[in-house]
Every structure is written in C-alpha cells, then in structure tokens.
C-alpha cells in the first residue's frame, strides 16, 4: 500500500528555517515524481513544483524560486522541503503528492497528510 | 501560464441533488484535468484522472466530462460525505495549475 508520511507541525519565526519530510513507502521512490503543494489558511491549492525523483533535479514555479528548496535522500524513499527566510505568509498547510500517470496523463493520486507550518513572533 | 477558472466557487444543495461544476482551461489541454476532493481537515484526494476516469474506489455518482477547454464534474445523488471543496488541475503543462476550488455546502 502506498503512504506518504509529512513530518509534524512546526512554529518557527519570522527569518528562520523550515525542513519537511515525506517518507515514502509501498512503491518504488525513483519511479515517480514528488510535487509540492501550498494551502494558506481558508485559501485554495497552489502549486510549488516537483523533483525529478530519477535525477533529483528540482522545478519551482515562478512564486516559490529563491528561498524554497526541493531536495531528496533516494536510500530511504524520502523528499524534503526547506524553505528559509521564513515570513508570516508563509504560514500554511505544506503537502506532498506522488505523481501517478497512465497512458501519458498526469495526476497526483497519492497526499501526503499535511504539514502546518506556523510562522510567528 | 494555462489558468483554470472554476465556476461556481461555492453552492449549496441537498442530499440527493445533482451538483455540476465547471471548469474552463485558459487554452486547449485536451483531457489533462483531474479533480480533486478536499473535506474539511484532510489532505485533497484524486477523485477522476484524466477528465473523465473516475478513480477505484471511488462512488460511481462523481463523474468528469470535457476535452479542449471545458470541463465538468458532475456529482448525481449527493451523498452527506460528498459536502467539501472540489478542485480542477491542469496537467497539460508546467505549471501544474489549479482551479480556485468549489465548496459544497449543504442547504
């Protein structure tokens, strides 16, 4: 059975640095890009980018370039998210998804739980 | 960038109702959309890939429509465990876009 397991809640403050986890589990870790998803408070999905689990080669998208890093430790199946110089609206639920695909279509059928990250003096 | 416009962002309705809601792609994606069902507190779970196949396991009363630039997810019957918020994404292209979401409500 395939998980995804986030590390826990974090409250860290303003100029400080975040690293998330996402253990990986019931399927081949390099078989399958990982992507990153932002959740601010009441807000919607908004997409971060992914890493290259093959090559580990990572892609953000225009907002998250610069203070978040996508990195990835292949012998134990796990994608990390750091994100330094960190702001109140940072504040957000952090996931992590599994891209699955089929028939050269896309979709990301396996979340992890969620990781809240607080940012606050 | 593609941009995906969700319409309604929120509805309200009745056990049983049919729901649809709407989805329209900045360009033309073909059928590179997905759905995604969030409940209150929970991770989103895929629900239908590809526009139109519905994931296993899921209730055979969600369905997806759409190729080009509109899109549909119809929801016949609705159960009270399917009050949440629906999301579309585009997997045409990077970025990954999402739509803003449709919450659910009951009536």
């Known amino acids: 059975q395939v998980h995804l397991v986030q590390s826990g809640s974090e409250l860290k403050k303003p100029g400080a640095s975040v690293k998330i986890s996402c253990k990986t589990s019931?399927?081949?870790?390099?078989?399958?890009?990982v992507n990153w998803v932002r959740q601010a408070p009441g807000q919607g999905l908004e997409w971060m980018g992914w890493i290259n689990t093959n090559t580990g080669n990572p892609t953000y998208a225009q907002a998250f370039r610069g203070r978040f890093v996508f990195s990835m430790d292949t012998a134990v199946s796990t994608a990390y998210l750091q994100i330094s110089g960190l702001k109140a609206e940072d504040t957000a639920i952090f996931y992590c998804?599994?891209?699955?695909?089929?028939?050269?279509?896309?979709?990301?059928?396996?979340w992890g739980q969620g990781t809240l990250v607080t940012v606050s003096s | 960038d593609i941009q995906m416009t969700q319409s309604p962002s929120s509805l309200s309705a009745s056990v049983g109702d049919r729901v649809t809601i709407t989805c329209r792609a900045s360009q033309s994606i073909s059928d590179y959309v997905n759905w995604y069902q969030q409940r209150v507190g929970q991770a989103p779970q895929l629900i239908i890939h590809?526009?139109?196949n519905l994931l296993s396991g899921v209730p055979s009363r969600f369905s997806g429509s759409g190729s080009g630039t509109d899109f549909t997810l119809t929801v016949n019957g609705l159960q009270p465990e399917d009050f949440a918020t629906y999301y579309c994404?585009?997997?045409?292209?990077?970025?990954?876009?999402f739509g803003q979401g449709t919450k659910v409500e009951i009536k």
């Open positions: 994404q585009q997997t045409y292209s990077t970025p990954r876009t």
């Open positions: 590809s526009a139109s």
């Open positions: 019931g399927y081949t870790f390099t078989n399958y890009a």
């Open positions: 998804a599994r891209e699955g695909y089929s028939r050269g279509r896309y979709y990301f059928d396996q």
